[in-house]
């Protein structure tokens, strides 16, 4: 029995020395499953939840375009994924060409992309450039307050002298 325990003591230190350590259980692997937690990992975008679990899988195993049923499985999975496109657009534009923002959004019909702008408060002018937020307007200044007194810098200066 001593000697089975120090068989699986090496074996569990081989795989935790190895670049398997990362994977839990790679020979259970199932893409579905795997393809779902993913999936339902971007629709918490714009935390961390998505990478944290990409690294933990190899990239060979799922393809969204393989598997376009999964996200039949995700509530609600492409407006999330269209609320965060709509956050990094609002954060980085002032104005967007509307076909760019339409093919951003995935090509939805454009009725759905007058729904997002609508959400967000974005308007269309005449030359089909969308206007997303005025960027300087949210600069927020920060005042910094140094506090350096006499007394500190007086002895730096006696030195100099």
């Given at each position: 029995?001593?000697?089975?325990?120090?068989?699986?003591?090496?074996?569990?230190?081989?795989?935790?020395?190895?670049?398997?350590?990362?994977?839990?259980?790679?020979?259970?692997?199932?893409?579905?499953?795997?393809?779902q937690?993913?999936l339902?990992?971007?629709?918490?975008?714009?935390?961390?939840?998505?990478?944290?679990?990409?690294?933990?899988?190899?990239?060979t195993h799922?393809?969204?375009?393989?598997?376009?049923?999964?996200?039949?499985?995700?509530?609600?999975?492409e407006?999330?994924?269209?609320?965060?496109?709509?956050h990094?657009?609002?954060?980085?534009?002032?104005?967007?060409?509307?076909?760019?923002?339409?093919?951003?959004?995935?090509?939805?019909?454009?009725t759905?992309v007058?729904?997002?702008?609508?959400?967000?408060?974005?308007?269309?002018?005449?030359?089909?450039?969308?206007?997303?937020?005025?960027?300087?307007?949210?600069?927020?200044?920060?005042?910094?307050?140094?506090?350096?007194?006499?007394?500190?810098?007086?002895?730096?200066?006696?030195?100099?002298?």
């Amino acid at each position: 029995m001593a000697t089975t325990f120090e068989q699986m003591r090496a074996n569990v230190g081989k795989l935790l020395r190895g670049i398997d350590r990362y994977q839990f259980n790679p020979a259970y692997f199932q893409t579905t499953v795997t393809a779902q937690i993913l999936l339902k990992a971007l629709t918490n975008l714009p935390h961390t939840d998505f990478t944290l679990c990409k690294c933990m899988i190899d990239q060979t195993h799922s393809s969204l375009e393989e598997n376009r049923d999964l996200i039949d499985g995700i509530t609600g999975f492409e407006d999330s994924v269209r609320k965060f496109i709509c956050h990094v657009v609002g954060i980085t534009y002032q104005n967007i060409e509307y076909r760019l923002l339409a093919e951003m959004l995935g090509d939805p019909l454009d009725t759905q992309v007058k729904v997002w702008m609508n959400k967000y408060g974005w308007t269309e002018n005449e030359d089909g450039q969308i206007f997303i937020h005025n960027q300087e307007e949210s600069v927020k200044p920060k005042n910094i307050v140094e506090k350096i007194d006499f007394e500190s810098v007086s002895s730096i200066m006696a030195t100099s002298q």
